[in-house]
């Protein structure tokens, strides 16, 4: 299991900028490089209870582990052939990357103004 973790780790150690821009490519005389939010995450663990001393008495141990992330598409950056640079998000994953954002500015709003009332 250790091995496992040590070989996860050593794989997604040097990543970083890299996944969060991929590759400019070149459409209609414009250069796209585009954006994106990455977040990944790991984790492992062990039944530490059932030690060596447990084999023998025929209990089992446990371990696992798993993994998971996502990509979210923020947008592109686009530098046009006069070298003038801008950044055009993506409309969709920009108000779904909002949505909680205002739910949580929403709340605080309503639970300051309660506060005040009383």
Known sequence: MTETL???AETFKNVGVSRAYGPAVT?????LIPVALVSFGFGGGGNSDAGSAALGDGQDTAAGGGGGG???PLGVYCRN???????RPN???LLAGLAP???AVGYTVRGILRARRR
């Open 70 to 72: 996502f990509v979210l």
């Open 6 to 8: 040590s070989s996860l």
């Open 81 to 87: 052939p006069g070298g003038h640079v801008t950044f």
């Open 101 to 103: 954002l205002v739910c």
């Open 91 to 93: 409309t969709i994953a």
């Open 27 to 31: 459409v209609d005389g414009e250069e």
